[in-house]
């Protein structure tokens, strides 16, 4: 598990989780991601995060399938060529997506679909790559600190708020809306954070879990109080289109995988975090509203 820390101005801060584009295939709904992206740019303290999931090539099995055709020597180096310069086409194009995002990227998750190239490199290291962030693998936990300015400019960390976020690419299935929601609340018993995030289920939801702690008078005179802290459970959409009228696979028609499975449409679209933190009687707070964006 990687750990990764941010540093951000202390005032409103919109955090916005990214997975599940796809981008490739004719159903990734790239225009409604572009507005998506063009939404949270309106914000002037932004921090992004990626779940997996940026690009549609490849999946497990197919990563499977070529490396051991390769190692049979049983597909051509021209073949080879084709299938990396569609994978570096599709980065290309995430990539104009995401344009205005640089810099404000905590770190990206690897999912389940992406490319493996020839020089060791994956899609998902050369987004990161492009974007000037860190790779986190297949977990990580992040910090976000909010920070005043301090003398001549520099910023303060003493008694700085802060939120901590869990966060993985997500596994698994379920039809029911609660499923991907119970399997973050399960992993809330393992570790201690106010976020819990994941991707991969294709559906947007987002919950607020109330916990108390107390607040210590300074002086042990009894005049200690309760205060609610806010945990966010949230799953963080997708931009896939399952059902698409007219889509042909060649001359024929032909769904994409959910219309084959005999899946639900999903909403299209992703979540958001807005935090807000503050200082409540000399106390370090944080004020956590997750909302759902669909297009």
């Given at each position: 598990?990687?750990?990764?820390?941010?540093?951000?101005?202390?005032?409103?801060?919109?955090?916005?989780?990214?997975?599940?584009?796809?981008?490739?295939?004719?159903?990734?709904?790239?225009?409604?991601?572009?507005?998506?992206?063009?939404?949270?740019?309106?914000?002037d303290?932004?921090?992004?995060?990626?779940?997996?999931?940026?690009?549609?090539?490849?999946?497990?099995?197919?990563?499977?399938?070529?490396?051991?055709?390769?190692?049979?020597?049983?597909?051509?180096?021209?073949?080879?060529?084709?299938?990396?310069?569609?994978?570096?086409?599709?980065?290309?194009?995430?990539?104009?997506?995401?344009?205005?995002?640089?810099?404000k990227?905590?770190?990206?998750?690897?999912?389940?679909?992406?490319?493996?190239?020839?020089?060791?490199?994956?899609?998902?290291?050369?987004?990161?790559?492009?974007?000037?962030?860190?790779?986190?693998?297949?977990?990580?936990?992040?910090?976000?600190?909010?920070?005043?300015?301090?003398?001549?400019?520099?910023?303060?960390?003493?008694?700085?708020?802060?939120?901590?976020?869990?966060?993985?690419?997500?596994?698994?299935?379920?039809?029911?809306?609660?499923?991907?929601?119970?399997?973050?609340?399960?992993?809330?018993?393992?570790?201690?954070?106010?976020?819990?995030?994941?991707?991969?289920?294709?559906?947007?939801?987002?919950?607020?879990?109330?916990?108390?702690?107390p607040r210590?008078?300074?002086?042990?005179?009894?005049?200690?109080?309760?205060?609610?802290?806010?945990?966010?459970?949230?799953?963080?959409?997708?931009?896939?289109?399952?059902?698409m009228?007219?889509?042909?696979?060649?001359?024929?028609?032909?769904?994409?995988?959910?219309?084959?499975?005999?899946?639900?449409?999903?909403?299209?679209?992703?979540?958001?975090?807005?935090?807000?933190?503050?200082?409540?009687?000399?106390?370090?707070?944080i004020?956590l509203?997750?909302?759902?964006?669909?297009?």
């Amino acid at each position: 598990m990687e750990l990764a820390s941010v540093t951000v101005p202390k005032r409103e801060t919109l955090i916005v989780p990214v997975s599940d584009t796809q981008v490739g295939p004719e159903e990734a709904d790239t225009k409604g991601f572009r507005k998506f992206i063009e939404r949270t740019l309106e914000h002037d303290n932004v921090v992004y995060l990626g779940l997996g999931d940026y690009t549609d090539m490849g999946t497990p099995s197919n990563r499977k399938t070529i490396a051991k055709a390769m190692a049979e020597d049983g597909i051509y180096d021209t073949v080879v060529d084709a299938l990396e310069g569609q994978a570096e086409t599709h980065i290309e194009t995430f990539l104009s997506l995401v344009e205005g995002t640089e810099g404000k990227w905590v770190g990206l998750l690897a999912g389940h679909h992406w490319y493996q190239f020839l020089d060791g490199s994956t899609s998902d290291t050369r987004i990161c790559q492009a974007l000037g962030t860190r790779f986190l693998g297949n977990a990580a936990m992040v910090r976000v600190r909010y920070a005043t300015e301090g003398r001549g400019g520099k910023k303060t960390h003493m008694q700085a708020p802060e939120t901590n976020i869990w966060m993985h690419h997500g596994k698994g299935g379920g039809k029911l809306p609660g499923n991907p929601l119970n399997q973050l609340a399960d992993m809330t018993r393992g570790f201690d954070a106010d976020v819990f995030l994941q991707g991969h289920h294709h559906r947007s939801a987002a919950t607020k879990v109330q916990r108390l702690r107390p607040r210590w008078a300074k002086e042990d005179d009894g005049n200690h109080t309760l205060v609610d802290k806010d945990m966010i459970l949230g799953v963080t959409g997708g931009w896939l289109k399952g059902y698409m009228a007219g889509r042909k696979r060649g001359l024929h028609p032909e769904g994409a995988y959910p219309e084959k499975g005999m899946l639900v449409p999903l909403t299209l679209g992703g979540i958001v975090i807005r935090a807000f933190p503050s200082h409540a009687v000399g106390w370090p707070t944080i004020r956590l509203e997750p909302e759902l964006w669909s297009v």
